[in-house]
T-cell receptor
């Protein structure tokens, strides 16, 4: 799987928007961009994914650069419950990967009251 | 909303003992996975399982590890002879038939090998 680069940590205040960046300059045409998060003492949790177009769901928005070499996860109004490690993962469903996720270190998001 | 469940939540064992970690994936899910996370480290893929056989395994998943789906619902990870370095959180995950882009994780089993 192609590699992603994320900042080690970010901080935000409650009810403010948060933009979590991810660089993936070696992304291939069939790689989907996935975001998962891991709340303290819990298993990873799916957040959002996309291929080329920006995506929105009830949890977040995903903005994908036109050249697909970077993306940004947007939490529109951070809450204390959003404090977690956020992982940006490229996944090529095709080939022999059988959907496994290759986690990096992720970004530790701290949300201040 | 259906969830992946794992038992036990915590297990303490002596080095050299066998352990079986159990998972009940969400009904009608298609692909099943085990991951582990050593304390303070990243989540690592161990094995994927599809159509009642292993589809992919990592270098970590050596012959001390095995997986089974004995009755169509439970999905187990067995470690035959545990080592100190097997101490970690073990997460089970599964993917549904109708949304193969989303992987659902269980809450994990914390294994401590003494």
């Amino acid at each position: 799987d192609a590699k992603t680069t994320q900042p080690n940590s970010m901080e935000s205040n409650e009810e403010e928007p948060v933009h979590l960046p991810c660089n993936h300059s070696t992304i291939s045409g069939t790689d989907y961009i996935h975001w998962y998060r891991q709340l303290p003492s819990q298993g990873p949790e799916y957040v959002i994914h996309g291929l080329t177009s920006n995506v929105n769901n009830r949890m977040a928005s995903l903005a994908i650069a036109e050249d697909r070499k970077s993306s940004t996860l947007i939490l529109h109004r951070a809450t204390l419950r959003d404090a977690a490690v956020y992982y940006c993962i490229l996944r090529d469903w095709g080939g022999t990967s059988y959907g496994k996720l290759t986690f990096g270190q992720g970004t530790i998001l701290t949300v201040h009251p | 909303e259906p969830e992946v469940t794992q038992t036990p939540s915590h297990q303490v064992t002596q080095m050299g003992q066998e352990v079986i970690l159990r998972c009940v994936p969400i009904s009608n899910h298609l692909y099943f996975y085990w991951y582990r996370q050593i304390l303070g480290q990243k989540v690592e893929f161990l094995v994927s399982f599809y159509n009642n056989e292993i589809s992919e395994k990592s270098e970590i998943f050596d012959d001390q590890f095995s997986v089974e789906r004995p009755d169509g619902s439970n999905f187990t990870l067995k470690i035959r002879s545990t080592k100190l370095e097997d101490s970690a959180m073990y997460f089970c995950a599964s993917i549904p038939r109708d949304n193969q882009e989303t992987q659902y994780f269980g809450p994990g089993t914390r294994l401590l090998v003494l």
